[in-house]
């Protein structure tokens, strides 16, 4: 098995420390308006994060996609698969 150990950018740091506040914050604050718009920060920061997740792995997929594609060009099952 293959493992990396990359530093962390600071773009992960710094939103996981706006993420780790904001769920602070909305646990102790009361039930009514304050926790709503923390709440709906929150989901914001989910958002962005698993947008940023998707675009990391998207990188991934599309040079397996392509690997797979030039299998299939090289063997020659690609012409047979258009036939």
Same mark, same amino acid.
Not at 40 to 67: C, E, H, M, P, Q
């Given at each position: 098995?293959?493992?990396?150990?990359?530093?962390?950018?600071?773009?992960?740091?710094?939103?996981? +420390?706006?993420?780790?506040?904001?769920?602070?914050? +909305?646990?102790?604050? +009361?039930?009514?308006?304050?926790? /709503?718009?923390?709440?709906?920060?929150? *989901?914001? %920061?989910?958002?962005?994060? &698993? *947008?940023?997740?998707?675009?990391? /792995? +998207?990188?991934?997929?599309?040079?397996? &996609?392509? $690997?797979? $594609?030039?299998? *299939?060009?090289?063997? $020659?099952?690609? %012409?047979?698969? &258009?036939?």
């Amino acid at each position: 098995m293959q493992t990396q150990t990359r530093s962390r950018t600071a773009f992960a740091d710094q939103l996981q +420390a706006s993420v780790g506040e904001l769920v602070e914050r +909305a646990a102790s604050a +009361a039930p009514g308006p304050e926790r /709503s718009r923390l709440l709906r920060w929150l *989901l914001v %920061g989910g958002a962005v994060f &698993l *947008l940023w997740r998707v675009g990391r /792995s +998207a990188r991934k997929l599309l040079w397996t &996609l392509f $690997g797979i $594609g030039m299998a *299939l060009y090289w063997s $020659g099952a690609a %012409g047979w698969l &258009l036939r």
